[in-house]
């Protein structure tokens, strides 16, 4: 049972010895409670994504992957299952991803980088659109690793007005593999998907469940649009993240209605696809839609403002010109500059000769 616990993600090969003295590789250990897997598919897809391109780039990246389930048994346990396994000294830093996950590093053994990524500093946001008690002791642990991390990474830059008040970050917000998102041909998308090919249809690419995703809102707005237009929201949720570009390249828009996002993945994917998007202004979203033309930053978050936007673009019916405007999120480039922020987490006298 505990076993479970822990997923390996790349080959857990003996590298012999501890820290780098025998060997030129980098190596990470990254933690994270939100590896995707065929048993367990997540939307943070993001982070095998990222060990796949530092593996391509030189770094040896195992995964060490758990179910924490907010349990705090269930962290307690993969904490002294991390301990035990950095005990046997293979590895040159740790790398959480999310801020909570970084307590399973203490007392550090290595060096520490951590991740932010959104609720981790937002909070998690309840039903009633306030910041729930989980949310608050979450924010205050992130807060805290914050302040005990070699180094620190967020993924927008509004995220640093929510660390404490001296911490530097480094903005390297989640990267795109552009090989694979890629927009296609809008009629060929819809039949492969079984989609009516002659109707609007609004994409919401993410959980309805979850609170701070507003659905509800989602849905009104597209509500109030088919007063006067024929449209469809369609949900994507729950299906393969291969199936994304053949989903944004059906939509004639993406709606993004979060309370709070870090940098939320789905408009850069869309951006990628050159489908216009209409959100309200969260994460770092309105510095990824300045001058995109053809897609719409609400002023606020009212029904009325979110199905006004939403009309605009469906009667334009053009898709956007967006992939150049996120070509600087290649996943390439993203891993080289994490690999700077490992250089710089290292002790000078650990620093490995090809890092």
Request: proline fraction near 7%; hydrophobic fraction near 40%.
């Amino acid at each position: 049972m505990l076993d479970s616990l822990e997923r390996h993600a790349h080959p857990d090969t003996s590298h012999g010895g501890s820290g780098n003295g025998g060997s030129e590789r980098l190596r990470v250990l990254t933690v994270t409670s939100a590896w995707p897997t065929p048993e367990t598919p997540r939307t943070t897809i993001f982070l095998k994504r990222q060990v796949e391109f530092l593996r391509a780039a030189g770094v040896d990246v195992d995964v060490f992957s758990f179910d924490g389930q907010r349990q705090p048994w269930r962290y307690l346990v993969a904490c002294l299952r991390l301990h035990a396994r950095l005990a046997k000294g293979r590895y040159d830093l740790v790398h959480a991803q999310f801020g909570q996950n970084a307590l399973l590093a203490f007392p550090k053994r290595l060096p520490l980088v951590v991740t932010f990524r959104g609720s981790d500093l937002h909070g998690i946001v309840g039903a009633d659109g306030r910041v729930t008690l989980a949310g608050r002791i979450l924010q205050r642990i992130s807060r805290l690793v914050a302040r005990h991390a070699d180094a620190v990474v967020v993924v927008a830059e509004h995220m640093k007005s929510l660390l404490p008040s001296g911490i530097e970050a480094t903005v390297i917000p989640s990267g795109l593999d552009l090989d694979h998102v890629r927009p296609h041909p809008r009629d060929v998308a819809r039949r492969q998907l079984g989609l009516p090919l002659d109707d609007r249809l609004v994409l919401f690419a993410a959980n309805p469940a979850v609170p701070r995703k507003r659905h509800a809102l989602a849905k009104q707005a597209v509500d109030r649009v088919a007063q006067s237009l024929p449209v469809e929201l369609i949900v994507a949720w729950g299906v393969p993240h291969a199936d994304m570009p053949l989903y944004m390249s059906a939509c004639d828009a993406l709606v993004l209605t979060s309370v709070h996002e870090g940098s939320p993945n789905v408009v850069k994917e869309a951006l990628a696809c050159n489908l216009p998007v209409v959100s309200v202004p969260t994460g770092d979203v309105p510095e990824r839609l300045q001058g995109v033309e053809g897609c719409e930053l609400c002023p606020d978050d009212r029904v009325q403002t979110l199905a006004a936007a939403l009309e605009r673009v469906l009667r334009r019916a053009q898709r956007i010109n967006g992939r150049p405007s996120v070509a600087h999120l290649d996943e390439r480039v993203l891993a080289s500059r994490m690999i700077g922020i490992y250089r710089r987490a290292l002790p000078r006298t650990r620093v490995p000769r090809d890092a």
